[in-house]
T-cell receptor
Framework: AQKITQTQPGMFVQEKEAVTLDCTYD???????LFWYKQPSSGEMIFLIY??????QNATEGRYSLNFQKARKSANLVISASQLGDSAMYFC????????????FGPGTRLSVLP | DTAVSQTPKYLVTQMGNDKSIKCEQN?????MYWYKQDSKKFLKIMFS???????INETVPNRFSPKSPDKAHLNLHINSLELGDSAVYFC??????????????FGAGTRLSVL
């Protein structure tokens, strides 16, 4: 079964607007971490933001914030004030602490920022 | 200074050959990983390794083997290359323990093309 689901294969957003990239996950491990990575066309994987399952507050890193809804098992990435350089693939990932401890990545969402 | 470096960036080779991809990290991390990203951008973990334990994804053929001469290096050896091995291979590293345990930092990737 898919552990990480990203239902939006592609998204468009106007420059300077905010955009939300969806991520839902499936786990029975009470202790896990959620991550978002960015992969621009140049190919490298860039860490953006992290949320622990026990964190009480949503994570924020600059223009990135993670909308963590534990009961719904969702961890959506919000990018505020989009920039042209935000155009990239975005991957949601999860690490379960107790079950295998491996990282699982979602299929990704391709974000295109329009001028 | 590049935190996680892989060489070569591109690798073109014939079916049946044996090849290696090198990975080095200068972050002082204790765990390293290899991932395979296929043509649909799906990213799948192949190995995770620290100085205590090698965890192998059971779906990885035994033609693939990680070799770690020391904590800062994890090389990937591939024997008898097949057409289906064509992909981008990413090395990553992380540090266990602490709040941001296992946030992974990736290399730039090695694009392997098997002809």
């Amino acid at each position: 079964a898919q552990k990480i689901t990203q239902t939006q294969p592609g998204m468009f957003v106007q420059e300077k607007e905010a955009v939300t990239l969806d991520c839902t996950y499936d786990t029975s491990d009470p202790s896990y971490g959620l991550f978002w990575y960015k992969q621009p066309s140049s190919g490298e994987m860039i860490f953006l933001i992290y949320q622990g399952s026990y964190d009480q507050q949503n994570a924020t890193e600059g223009r990135y914030s993670l909308n963590f809804q534990k009961a719904r098992k969702s961890a959506n990435l919000v990018i505020s004030a989009s920039q042209l350089g935000d155009s990239a693939m975005y991957f949601c990932a999860m690490r379960e602490r107790n079950y295998g401890q491996n990282f699982v990545f979602g299929p990704g969402t391709r974000l295109s920022v329009l001028p | 200074d590049t935190a996680v470096s892989q060489t070569p960036k591109y690798l073109v080779t014939q079916m049946g050959n044996d090849k290696s991809i090198k990975c080095e990290q200068n972050l002082g991390h204790d765990t390293m990983y290899w991932y395979k990203q296929d043509s649909k951008k799906f990213l799948k973990i192949m190995f995770s390794y620290n100085n205590k334990e090698l965890i192998i994804n059971e779906t990885v053929p035994n033609r693939f083997s990680p070799k770690s001469p020391d904590k800062a290096h994890l090389n990937l050896h591939i024997n008898s290359l097949e057409l289906g091995d064509s992909a981008v291979y990413f090395c990553a590293s992380s540090q266990s323990g602490g709040r941001y345990e296992n946030i992974q930092y990736f290399g730039a990737g090695t694009r392997l093309s098997v002809l």
